[in-house]
C-alpha cells in the first residue's frame, strides 16, 4: 500500500508540473508556408534559429531551458524563401525569490 501510495504522489507531482509549469509557443497558420523556423535568444536583439517544424504548437519544455528569461520569435518558409520575423514573446521560467524575515514568534 505505501507504494502505491508513493507511485500515485509521484504521478501527481509530474502532472502537477505539467499543468502549471509547462508552456507552449503557439501562432497562426502562415498562409503558404512549408516550415516554420522558432527563434531564440537572451535578448530581442540576440536570436538564433533553434528549431524548425511544421506544427503550430511548439513545447518550450523540449528546449531543456535553464532558470532565466527568454525570447522567442518564429518565421514561415516554403521554396520561394523565408517570411519576415513574427513579433517577439518573452517566457521567464526563474523561480521565485528566497522567502525573507524567517522567524520564531511565541506563542502566550
Known amino acids: 500500500m505505501k507504494l502505491f501510495k508513493t507511485i500515485i504522489a509521484v504521478w501527481l507531482l509530474i502532472f502537477f508540473y ?3 509549469y509547462a ?5 497562426n497558420v502562415s498562409e503558404g508556408a512549408e516550415t516554420y523556423s ?3 535568444g537572451s535578448s530581442e536583439s540576440n536570436m538564433i534559429e533553434v ?3 511544421t506544427e503550430t504548437i511548439y513545447n518550450i519544455d ?6 532565466g528569461v527568454y525570447y522567442f520569435a518564429v ?4 521554396v520561394n524563401g523565408e517570411s ?3 513579433n517577439i514573446v518573452m ?7 528566497a522567502p525573507t524575515n524567517l522567524r520564531i514568534e511565541y506563542i502566550d
Open 51 to 53: 528549431q524548425n517544424t
Open 38 to 40: 522558432i527563434y531564440m
Open 84 to 86: 519576415g520575423i513574427s
Open 18 to 20: 505539467h499543468v502549471v
Open 75 to 78: 518565421t514561415a518558409s516554403n
Open 62 to 67: 523540449d528546449f531543456n531551458l535553464s532558470p
Open 23 to 27: 508552456a507552449d509557443l503557439k501562432w
Open 91 to 97: 517566457y521567464d521560467n526563474q523561480p521565485p525569490s
